[in-house]
C-alpha cells in the first residue's frame, strides 16, 4: 500500500487564525471581530487581533513551509479584507496581500490551495441578515469572482466553504461557532440553505472565469463512525450512522454533525430523506432552481477529519454507540483518538459522492511547550499523525481514490472558542514574542513527505 506518486502533501490554516491586522489597510469589520470583541465570550477574552501576525510575518511562515518540505499550502481569504462591506468597492491593499502571499507560495515551490470563506464574514453583511437573507449566495458569487479575476492566472485549486455544520450548525443555532447565533432550528437551515446555493453559485463563478482550468472542490467537517468489529453486523451499522442524522440516541442539537445534509444537495441533487423526516416542517421549501444552483459538478470532496467514534450493532441490528472506556486517548479538546476513522470516513464519502478525496484538515490539539533545551517534544502528534495516516494510506489501498493530505495546522493558532489555550500547529507560535520554532513533529512530517509516506 503507498500513495500515490503525485499525493499532495500540505498544511492548513485559516485567515482569521493567523493573520492579525484586524483593522489595518482598509480591512473591513467581520463577525469574528464582532464576536471577540464582546467580552465573556471567548477563552479569556482572546481575539485574532493580532494573532500570529502572518499577515505581516507571511514571508518567515513561507520560509517555514518551506522547511517541512510542503508541497502545498492550504489558506483562506478573509472576505472583509478585500470588499470591507462585503459587496462593492474592493480593497485593492487588502487584495495584494494574498496576491503577494501566492508569489511567494509558488516562488517557494508550494502549491496555493484556496479556501474562499472560513468563517470571516463581512459585518456589514452580517446586519443585513447574513447567510439569512436570499441575496447572501449573490454576494458570495461576486466576492467569489474578484478573487478568481485576481488569482486564477496563478490559482488553480479552489475550496469554496469550509465546515458548514460549523458555521451555520453551530454558528446560528448552538451559538459557539462564528457568528455566535442562537437561531431557532428553521433560520438555522434557510441559513444553510443559502450556503449551499453560495456554494454552488461560486463554483460556477470559478468555472467561468478562471483563466487557468481549475481544480474545485469545499472543505466539510466529516463525522466518521468506526465499526467495533470486522462482522458485518458492525460494519453495516457503523455506515448506517454516517449515512444518517447523527449518532443514534443523540440529541437533534448532534445532528448537525451529520455528513449526507450538507453534502447531498451539492452532489446528489436533494436533501436526504433522513434529515427531512427530522426535521420536519422546518426543513428549507426550496425551489427547484435552488438545488440546480446547488449541485454543480466538483473535482474533489476535501474532508476535514479529526475523530470518531465506535458504533456496534444491538441485538436487534440496530446501532448502539460503544462508550468510551476510561482513561481512553484524547486530544486536549477531548476528542478521541480514533485513527480509523480515517479510513472509514474516506470509505464513505469515496463511495457515496463518488469523487477523489482530499483530506483538508487532520491534526490534534496539545499543550505542547519550549523545552529547556529549546525544542518542542510534541511526540504524541506524531503517533497521531502515523496512525492516522496509516488509515489513510489503507482507504487508499482499498480503493479509495485518495490525492492528498493538510495537515491542521501550520501554526499554533486561535482556537475560536478555547481562544490560544489549544495548540494545533506543526510550528510552535510563541504569542507574545511572535518567535516560530519548528516542532518535533514538522522535522518528522519533513521526513514522511520526502519518502512520499513510504517510511511511516
Ligand atoms: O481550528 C479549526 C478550524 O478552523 C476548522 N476545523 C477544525 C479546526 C480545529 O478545531
Redesign the pocket.
Known amino acids: 500500500m503507498s500513495f500515490r506518486k503525485d499525493f499532495v502533501w500540505g498544511a492548513a490554516t485559516?485567515a482569521y487564525?493567523i493573520e492579525g491586522a484586524w483593522n489595518e489597510d482598509g480591512k473591513g469589520e467581520s463577525v469574528c471581530d464582532m464576536v471577540t470583541h464582546t467580552p465573556g465570550i471567548i477563552y479569556h477574552n482572546h481575539t485574532g487581533d493580532t494573532a500570529c501576525d502572518h499577515y505581516h510575518r507571511w514571508r518567515e511562515d513561507v520560509a517555514l513551509m518551506a522547511e517541512i518540505g510542503l508541497r502545498a499550502y492550504r489558506f483562506s481569504v478573509c472576505w472583509p479584507r478585500v470588499m470591507p462591506a462585503g459587496t462593492g468597492a474592493v480593497n485593492e491593499r487588502g487584495l495584494a496581500f494574498y496576491d503577494r502571499l501566492v508569489d511567494g507560495l509558488l516562488a517557494a515551490g508550494i502549491e496555493p490551495w484556496v479556501t474562499l470563506f472560513?468563517w470571516d464574514y463581512p459585518y456589514e453583511l452580517f446586519l443585513r441578515g447574513g447567510w439569512l437573507n436570499a441575496d447572501s449566495p449573490r454576494w458570495f458569487a461576486d466576492y467569489a469572482a474578484v478573487l478568481v479575476d485576481k488569482l486564477s492566472d496563478r490559482v488553480t485549486k479552489w475550496m469554496t466553504v469550509?465546515?458548514p455544520q460549523?458555521y451555520i450548525g453551530a454558528g446560528h443555532w448552538h451559538g459557539w461557532c462564528m457568528p455566535g447565533l442562537r437561531l431557532g432550528l428553521r433560520e438555522m437551515l434557510l441559513a444553510g440553505h443559502h450556503a449551499l446555493m453560495a456554494h454552488g453559485a461560486a463554483v460556477q463563478v470559478i468555472r467561468a472565469r478562471a483563466r487557468q482550468t481549475p481544480v474545485v472542490g469545499w472543505a466539510q467537517?466529516n463525522s466518521p463512525t468506526v465499526p467495533a468489529s470486522a462482522s458485518a453486523a458492525d460494519v453495516d451499522a457503523a455506515w448506517r450512522v454516517m449515512a444518517g442524522m447523527g449518532g443514534p440516541g443523540l440529541p437533534v442539537q448532534e445532528s448537525i454533525w451529520n455528513n449526507t445534509w450538507w453534502s447531498d444537495p451539492a452532489l446528489l441533487g436533494g436533501y436526504p430523506e433522513a434529515g427531512l423526516r427530522l426535521y420536519g416542517a422546518a426543513a428549507p421549501k426550496g425551489k427547484p432552481a435552488d438545488f440546480e444552483l446547488m449541485r454543480q459538478p466538483l473535482d474533489f470532496y476535501g474532508c476535514?477529519i479529526?475523530q470518531g467514534y465506535t458504533i456496534r450493532a444491538a441485538a436487534d441490528g440496530a446501532p448502539e454507540i460503544v462508550p468510551a472506556a476510561p482513561g481512553r486517548a484524547a486530544t486536549l479538546?477531548d476528542w478521541p483518538v480514533a485513527p480509523e476513522c480515517l479510513y472509514w470516513g474516506v470509505k464513505f464519502i469515496a463511495e457515496r459522492y463518488r469523487l477523489p478525496v482530499v483530506i483538508t484538515?487532520n491534526g490534534m490539539s496539545g499543550h505542547d511547550w519550549v523545552d529547556a533545551d529549546g525544542a518542542v517534544h510534541d511526540g504524541a502528534r506524531i503517533d497521531f499523525t502515523r496512525r492516522y495516516l496509516r488509515e489513510l494510506r489503507r482507504a487508499a489501498g482499498d480503493g479509495a481514490e485518495v490525492r492528498g493530505y493538510f495537515h491542521?495546522?501550520l501554526l499554533d493558532n486561535f482556537?475560536?472558542w478555547s481562544g490560544y489555550k489549544h495548540r494545533?500547529g506543526l510550528v510552535h507560535v510563541d504569542y507574545a514574542t511572535q518567535r516560530r520554532t519548528l516542532k518535533d513533529s514538522a522535522r518528522w512530517y519533513r521526513g514522511v513527505i520526502a519518502a512520499n509516506g513510504e517510511n511511516l
Open positions: 485559516s487564525q472560513h469550509n465546515e460549523c467537517a476535514n479529526y479538546l484538515e491542521w495546522s482556537e475560536w494545533f
